[in-house]
């Protein structure tokens, strides 16, 4: 069975055939830039790139925080998760990605911290909300 199907493949793509298609995705994940962290032995944090940004994401198993840094270092955006399969499946990936020893030192640590990126967070939530009611009440006409 598992020869039809791979003769099949063959026919569609030679790719397939010479092990081009997964030798350039393992040389794709190689040349990816994510750095991985575990701070205190609890909290696991994951740095990588987004075009020319830095997302972190730092978790203490309970939530997740991501924060999306510009290359000067101000905070772009930022979500905090707290859904527990979308938790454990970051912490899944954070111990993953330092057992393949993609481990580090992250670039801006106070966005891997915790605390400090969760309170960032919260900052920037409250500058928006209240740029958006200062917005919304110049197009009332007050």
Same mark, same amino acid.
């Given at each position: ?7 099949? /493949? ?5 790719? @397939?055939?010479? &092990? ?7 040389? !794709? ?5 994510? =750095?991985?962290? @575990?701070?205190?032995? =609890?909290? %696991?944090?994951? $740095?990588? $790139? @987004?075009?020319?940004?830095? /997302? ?7 939530? +997740? @925080?991501?924060?999306? +840094?510009?290359? !000067? &270092?101000? /905070?772009?955006? %930022? ?5 527990? #399969?979308?938790?454990?499946?970051? $912490?899944?990936? %954070? ?7 993609? &481990? ?9 911290? #915790? ?5 960032? %967070?919260?900052? /920037?939530? !409250?500058?928006?909300?209240?740029? !958006? ?7 009332? &006409?007050?």
């Amino acid at each position: 069975m598992w020869s039809v199907f791979f003769v099949f /493949l063959s026919y569609l793509d030679r790719n @397939v055939v010479r &092990g081009d298609f997964l030798r350039s995705a393992l040389e !794709a994940e190689k040349e990816s830039k994510e =750095t991985f962290s @575990v701070i205190n032995g =609890t909290f %696991c944090a994951k $740095m990588s $790139m @987004v075009g020319e940004n830095f /997302l972190y994401q730092v978790s203490d198993g309970a939530e +997740v @925080v991501r924060t999306v +840094v510009s290359p !000067a &270092g101000k /905070l772009v955006n %930022c979500s905090v998760t707290v859904n527990q #399969m979308q938790v454990k499946s970051f $912490m899944h990936e %954070c111990r993953l990605g330092l057992l393949d020893h993609r &481990g580090g030192q992250l670039a801006d640590a106070r966005f891997a911290r #915790m605390d400090e990126s969760k309170g960032m %967070c919260r900052e /920037l939530r !409250a500058e928006r909300s209240a740029a !958006a009611r200062r917005g919304g009440m110049r197009a009332q &006409g007050f």
